[in-house]
């Protein structure tokens, strides 16, 4: 039988999880609307619109560019900024 303190528990890690689901939407909402010319450029590349070898390797620098900025590590926190 299910206890109402397994019930508080159940209902605590379900609020725990939104809570770190809404945390990070913004930057997984960033993420995703950053990557769309990338996936737009790929998609037209594989739609047949026989693209040259210099728009692949373009398309590849750009995205190579973009992961590199993203694996950047981040400033060490100053303080100066809250979530």
């Known amino acids: ?13 379900a609020e725990a999880i939104v809570s770190a689901i809404v945390r990070v939407a913004p930057a997984i909402q960033q993420g995703v609307v950053s990557s769309l010319p990338y996936v737009q450029a ?18 590849l620098a ?12 981040l400033p060490t926190d100053d303080g100066s900024t809250t979530t």
């Open 62 to 73: 750009q995205i190579n560019a973009a992961t590199d900025e993203f694996l950047k590590p």
């Open 1 to 13: 039988m299910v206890s109402a303190a397994d019930i508080e528990a159940g209902v605590a890690i």
């Open 42 to 59: 790929i998609a037209g590349l594989i739609q047949g619109t026989n693209a040259t070898q210099e728009q692949i390797d373009a398309t």
